[in-house]
Nanobody, 117 residues
């Protein structure tokens, strides 16, 4: 199993970034996927979840600004981030959902998002 994130970088407040996660080594369409972030000096925070049917859930902190999506044909998970705020600054990970609720069994290496003027 391999998860490789990309698309992070520096954005201004109010700007946008699109993160991608390339998945390999498993049947991507069979698993729910999650974006999780960790801000400097803070714990892990789940950001958004998409299940195998495409249903989505968002943390209140990003609702209305972020959009999670998946492309099962290309084994790719995405996170479109709009109206970025400085508090969105974090290392963003994609993770494969585990066998129990709110658990993740494989993680990518993370991509850094920094929101600053």
């Amino acid at each position: 199993v391999q998860l490789v994130e990309s698309g992070g970088g520096l954005a201004q407040p109010g700007g946008s970034l699109r993160l991608s996660c390339a998945a390999s080594g498993f049947t991507f369409s069979n698993y729910g996927m999650t974006w999780v972030r960790q801000a400097p000096g803070k714990g892990l925070e789940w950001v958004s979840i998409i299940d195998t049917s495409g249903r989505t859930v968002y943390a209140d902190s990003v609702k209305g600004r972020f959009t999670i999506s998946r492309d099962n044909a290309n084994n790719t998970l995405s996170l479109q981030m709009n109206s970025l705020k400085p508090e969105d600054t974090a290392l963003y990970y994609c993770a494969r959902d585990g066998t129990t609720s709110w658990s993740w069994d494989y993680w990518g290496q993370g991509t850094q998002v920094t929101v600053s003027s």
